[in-house]
């Protein structure tokens, strides 16, 4: 059994073992499904290795799409605090979509389930046993928050960030307050460049990071997007050249990614090969061999790390 191989297992018979890239082109991609039952733990770490951003809902939403739009519910669940006693069996999922980092599920009674992965959130895909979740489904576990079942699928959201049932109506004033989706149809970098230059002395990995200012950039493509523009992520906001540039070089990046096989800010899908700034601290950057270092942007506690190449960003 070689390395690149991953385990799936069939309850009516003995384990089967499935080629690696078979199964991370079916999670990521927007292809099929492997047939039969996907190993949640083989779904979680494919949708679990990246931090939550705007390419990576995007994956999660064209799986959920996949197999519950269209197909009506045969039994939900919803452990949270406002939810608690919700049931949406019979109604049906019309439509998914995202809005920066938020996932939207429209349902056929004109209400709509949003949720959140934050930072630890999960969805998982199972194969339905009869309709409802089998008795050992992760459906069971205490960190399952919402459970949506079909005829034919098991969708389980593992330690969501946010859940809220509304009307379909009524979503603005849930997802108001944020900035302008840059994976959106329309998306105007010229307009949300001009508000990013008007966060002044900020620094601009913090105004990035702003899902008020911007939503569905993370640490990942803002660090990415800085390298190729030579800025450092400290720099005031209004001192970057180009911002609306910036803003629609990482639009790019973000669809290369959503349509690769797997996620990547660079367009090599190699492990280790996914970025040239991000997550790379101490490694020679790609193009001056200088070490890679990371400095923290936004206010404690909330800061977040931001990688970038002391040579090429200068300043």
Known sequence: MG????????????????????????????????????????????????????DFVRRVVKRLDQVLTGAPLTYT???????????????????????????????????TLRTHLRMDGTYYIEHADAGRPARDSRAQRWTSRAVLVTNEWTVIGHRLGMADLVRTRDVRRLIGHLGPDIMADGFDPISTGEAIAAQGERAIGATLLDQTVVAGIGTIYLAEGLFEWGVRPDRASDAVPDPAGLLQYIRELLWRSVRARTGTATGDTRRGFTTLAHGREHQPCR????????????????????????????D
């Open 3 to 54: 390395p690149r191989t991953a385990q799936r297992r069939n309850t009516h018979g003995p384990v089967r073992w499935v080629p690696l890239p078979r199964v991370l082109h079916g999670l990521c991609q927007g292809d099929a499904l492997p047939a039969g039952r996907v190993a949640g733990h083989k779904l979680r770490r494919v949708l679990s290795r990246l931090v939550p951003e705007g």
């Open 77 to 111: 669940l919803l452990r949270w605090p406002t939810l608690g006693g919700v049931d949406l069996t019979g109604l049906t999922v019309t439509a998914i979509d995202a809005f920066g980092k938020h996932i939207l599920m429209h349902l056929s009674d004109a209400r």
């Open 287 to 314: 193009r001056c061999r200088t070490p890679i270092t990371v400095c923290r942007v936004g206010t404690p506690p909330l800061d977040r790390p931001a990688f970038y190449c002391p040579q090429c960003q200068p």
